[in-house]
């Protein structure tokens, strides 16, 4: 069921919604990685729910950050909220 709330979250992409440093990284990265950095927003602009996203998507956009990968708990793999402004925000 659509509610009012997500059909206006539906309206901010994942990149729209993705938390400003996470952004940066992806911005100071883009020169050496082009192609991946490319890819990974071009992903984030196409998608509004984290769950559509690959896991290869996922995986490449973490490896732009500071995160590793085992510091990562199962719930942002799965929800992305560590990565995403909340959204009711």
């Known amino acids: 069921m659509i509610t ?3 059909k206006t979250n539906m309206t901010k992409t ?3 919604r993705l938390k400003p440093e996470y952004k940066n990284a992806i911005s100071k990265n883009k020169e050496k990685y082009p192609t991946i950095a490319s890819s990974v927003v071009k992903a984030l602009e196409n998608n509004y729910f984290w769950n559509d996203l690959t896991i290869g998507q996922t995986k490449d956009l973490i490896s ?12 942002d793999w799965s929800y992305g909220d560590k990565f995403l402004i909340p959204n009711d925000r």
Do not use: H, P
């Open 4 to 6: 009012k709330k997500t």
């Open 14 to 16: 994942l990149y729209d």
């Open 64 to 75: 732009f950050t500071d995160e590793t990968f085992g510091s990562i708990a199962y719930y």
